[in-house]
Nanobody, 124 residues
Framework: QVQPVESGGGLVQAGGSLRLACAASGRTFSSYAMGWFRQAPGKEREFVASLSGSGGVTYVRDSVKGRFTISRDNAKNTVYLQMNSLKPEDTAVYYC?????????????????WGQGTQVTVSS
């Protein structure tokens, strides 16, 4: 199994950038699809981006396409979320998760291991 731990959140002005990192323990990191989800106050947790174990398959939600990029470094057991051109509506707690499903699943129900989350706040 893996245990994700997020870092890199913070406060940024609209139009700025942040890079989130998720370090996951475990010797089989490359066998897990990894995903980023977010949850704003009073809203359900929603899919942001995911990629397969090899990194060859990726999905990104429409509202962040062209602004967010997901990547992974299997040698470092780490997955990243580069967020550019941030908007106030991107404000949320961002969660990293690991899934044993093949491909790059987008449903939170397919993810087995979750981090504690990191707060991202975008001011207008």
């Amino acid at each position: 199994q893996v245990q994700p731990v997020e870092s890199g959140g913070g406060l940024v002005q609209a139009g700025g950038s942040l890079r989130l990192a998720c370090a996951a323990s475990g010797r089989t990191f490359s066998s897990y699809a990894m995903g980023w989800f977010r949850q704003a106050p009073g809203k359900e947790r929603e899919f942001v981006a995911s990629l397969s174990g090899s990194g060859g398959v990726t999905y990104v939600r429409d509202s962040v396409k062209g602004r967010f990029t997901i990547s992974r470094d299997n040698a470092k057991n780490t997955v990243y979320l580069q967020m550019n051109s941030l908007k106030p509506e991107d404000t949320a707690v961002y969660y990293c998760a690991a899934s044993r499903f093949l491909g790059a699943p987008t449903s939170k129900d397919t993810y087995d291991y979750w981090g504690q989350g990191t707060q991202v706040t975008v001011s207008s």
